[in-house]
């Protein structure tokens, strides 16, 4: 009778200081589901940038006709450089001031 008492009570305190064993997974998907909610809330900023989220293709490659957002001079100059080779940036974009 006391073996049998005494499994039992071996038995009990394993299980308690073991747990589920789940708590790590669990902290993992709580984790990764705030970060794919905070993904998807959106940028916000307000009315003051909703002009300049609002890209204006305002550079036109003259040659090939190609549009870009004001804000991307760097591609555009990309551009001329690698599919018009033989023409500068100006030629290309004659309306950035670069």
Request: glycine letters at 10%; charged letters at 20%.
């Amino acid at each position: 009778q006391a073996s049998a008492a005494f499994s039992s009570l071996q038995a009990s305190s394993v299980w308690s200081i073991m747990g589920g064993g789940n708590g790590q997974k669990a902290a993992t998907a709580r984790a990764r589901n705030q970060a794919k909610a905070d993904a998807e809330k959106g940028g916000g900023g307000g009315k003051e940038g909703m002009a300049k989220r609002q890209a204006q293709m305002d550079l036109k490659c003259s040659v090939c006709m190609q549009c870009f957002p004001s804000t991307q001079t760097k591609a555009a100059q990309a551009h001329a450089e690698s599919k018009h080779p033989k023409s500068d940036f100006a030629t290309c974009f004659p309306m950035a001031s670069a």
